[in-house]
Every structure is written in C-alpha cells, then in structure tokens.
Nanobody, 120 residues
Framework: QVQLLESGGGLVQPGGSLTLSCAASRMIFSINHMGWYRQAPGKEREMVAQITSGLTNYADSVKGRFTISRDNAENTVYLQMNSLKPEDTAVYYC???????????????WGQGTQVTVSS
C-alpha cells in the first residue's frame, strides 16, 4: 500500500501565502494524476487544482492565486497558495491516481488532509 503524506498547512493572515506538499510514502511505478481538493465546514469537498500529464486545471475561485506543480522524480505535488482569503479556509486533501507496480491496477488514493486557516 501507499500513503499520501501532506504538509504545509497552518494559520495565515489574509493576503498571505502558504505552500502545501504531498509526497507518496514509497516508490511508485507510475502516477497518472495528482490534485488538491478542499472541504470547508458544512460544505462538500471541491476540486482546487489538478495536474495530469503536465496539464493543469484550477477551480475558478483560485485561478491566478494558486499554482499546482509536480516533482516527478520525488512523486511529490505542491500547491503554492498566494493572496489567501478567509474563504480559502478548509481542510485540504491530496489525491492521486497511481500504479504501485507495473502489474497493479490504477488506483485512487487520498491524503489525510491538512488544515488551512486564513484569519486575521
């Protein structure tokens, strides 16, 4: 099995920046897709940013403020968050679709979540 290990959450003032990281806990044969989702209290989980084969996709609410990137050698995905707003407050989850080995199926994995709080 594999775990997605997230880090980088915390408390930041409005207008500030944070960078989230998500790394696989072991060597992976192949990763097709990685992304970040978030869930605020009382709301459904929503897609924030995705990266697949180098192509990126963002939620309208974060376009121009957030940047997703991936380090293929380290099986790590990052989310650079700038100009943070109180409405960005949520638990952020990492997601990946990957193959652990050449004979294993593509499978979906989620991280445990990291809290981001934007408040003065």
């Amino acid at each position: 099995q594999v775990q997605l290990l997230e880090s980088g959450g915390g408390l930041v003032q409005p207008g500030g920046s944070l960078t989230l990281s998500c790394a696989a806990s072991r060597m992976i044969f192949s990763i097709n897709h990685m992304g970040w989702y978030r869930q605020a209290p009382g709301k459904e989980r929503e897609m924030v940013a995705q990266i697949t084969s180098g192509l990126t996709n963002y939620a309208d609410s974060v376009k121009g403020r957030f940047t997703i990137s991936r380090d293929n050698a380290e099986n790590t995905v990052y989310l650079q968050m700038n100009s943070l707003k109180p409405e960005d407050t949520a638990v952020y989850y990492c997601h990946a679709i990957l193959k652990i080995g050449p004979a294993t199926p593509w499978s979906s994995y989620w991280g445990q979540g990291t809290q981001v709080t934007v408040s003065s």
